[in-house]
């Protein structure tokens, strides 16, 4: 099955995905794939209001401003420094005008190399176990005790709408579900839910849409047989 994930921005839904994938590990279910918090820091007290429609796009509006975005490679938990937002990247001369995000349009500068980098993890996720097929010459994924999470925070315009950023992430998913890896959870923004659902829905034998909370909780835990465990 194909959870996909969608809110608003800014509404906790990588923080959600830790917490369930910190959960599912707990209970014997492997996560393999990428999560993206963010990099915060405490806005400096001006003392003068300021505008929200003058605040650049992905900055938030809280005591908080999202300065970044890491990647988290799962399972090992190495963590890459994957995109700044594009106003600092330019004040601090990192930004690229042909780099695949800045030629999108995106609020963030994507690192070329960092995306590289976490292609290059989906790519080793799609030749180990739990992410091919079972069969008799591949024991060690046929004797997994319990099937895997494939996780992707997030899908966005630039894969979903220009075929580029996380490819590799994408053929994983394309690949739809096998008896070691039957569920697949991917973060995407609203607007681009049903983009992804076509293209990916059927290769995991269909579409469930979540919401970050309790009721999304049960919903992935369920899938894995885990819903009645634990659920105090």
């Known amino acids: ?111 070329e190399a960092a995306l590289t980098r976490v292609n290059a993890h989906f ?20 004797n997994l005790a319990r099937p895997c999470l494939l996780v992707v925070d997030e899908l966005g315009r630039l894969e979903l709408q220009r075929n580029g950023g996380l490819t590799s992430a994408m053929a994983l998913l394309a690949r739809g579900a096998t008896a070691a890896c039957p569920h697949a959870l991917v973060v995407v923004r609203a607007s681009l839910r049903a983009r992804a659902e076509e293209r990916f829905a059927a290769a995991w034998g269909g579409c469930v849409p979540l919401t970050p909370g309790e009721e999304a909780r049960t919903t992935v835990r369920r899938a894995f047989s885990l819903a009645s465990l634990n659920d105090n």
């Open 123 to 142: 790519d080793a996720l799609a030749h180990r176990a739990p992410f091919v097929t079972p069969s008799a010459t591949s024991p060690t994924t046929s």
């Open 1 to 111: 099955m194909l959870f996909l994930l969608t809110g608003a921005v800014q509404t906790g839904k990588t923080r959600w995905l830790e917490r369930l994938v910190v959960e599912l590990a707990a209970e014997g279910v492997p996560c393999g794939g990428v999560l993206a918090p963010g990099v915060w820091r405490r806005r400096e007290e001006s003392g003068a209001e300021v505008d929200v429609r003058e605040r650049p796009l992905g900055s938030g509006a809280g005591e908080f401003e999202k300065l970044g975005i890491d990647n988290v490679l799962l399972p090992g938990g190495e963590r890459v420094t994957f995109a700044r937002r594009c106003d600092l990247a330019q004040r601090e001369g990192v930004l690229d005008p042909y780099s695949q995000s800045a030629t999108a349009g995106l609020a963030w500068e994507i690192d």
